[in-house]
């Protein structure tokens, strides 16, 4: 039987204060990189030629779509343990790991291969915090997890178009 002293708790704070402060720390990053890579994505939806223009301009924005959804999980993961998100994007220039994309139009292939160098600058990111989170609070981590999922199979994808 519940105590009101318990219920207060329970209503109060579901969730370690420290660990939810340990949990922001590494999700943010993941939030920062995943909002440059949507920006970048979009950058080359719009900035892709050649003859396979079509089917890459729409796998582009098909990474992009995936991007946000994965950066909205894992923001709405630390609001949802009561601390803010910063992804402002002052803060996004200022911190993302994600290397810069070229200026202007660009062939496929190279474009493809620049897209997938920040894929994998992401996946650093986000498989630092799956490594991080295990111990720290597992259901972060899930979130973690499916977000790496998405990612390789996004990046898979990209690599299809310019694999030999
Ligand atoms: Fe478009």
């Not at 924005?61 to 995936?66: G, L, S």
């Not at 139009?105 to 160098?117: G, K, S």
Request: hydrophobic fraction near 50%; avoid cysteine.
């Amino acid at each position: 039987m519940s105590t009101v002293k318990d219920a207060k708790k329970t209503d109060l704070q579901t969730i370690d204060p420290d660990v939810s402060a340990g949990v922001a720390q590494f999700l943010a990053p993941v939030v920062v990189n995943l909002q440059a890579l949507a920006t970048d994505g979009k950058q080359a939806h719009w900035h892709v030629r050649g003859a396979n223009f079509q089917a890459v301009h729409e796998l582009l924005d098909d990474v992009v779509d995936h991007a946000h959804e994965y950066a909205d999980l894992a923001a709405e993961r630390v609001v949802a343990l009561g601390l803010p998100i910063d992804a402002r994007v002052q803060t996004i220039g200022a911190q993302a790991v994600t290397p810069k994309l070229s200026e202007g139009f660009q062939q496929a292939d190279a474009l493809i291969a620049q897209v997938i160098a920040q894929v994998d600058a992401v996946l650093g990111v986000v498989r630092t915090a799956v490594d991080e989170l295990a111990e720290l609070d597992p259901v972060s981590q899930d979130v973690v997890i499916e977000i790496a999922r998405g990612l390789d199979k996004d990046r898979w994808f990209l690599f299809s178009h310019i694999a030999k």
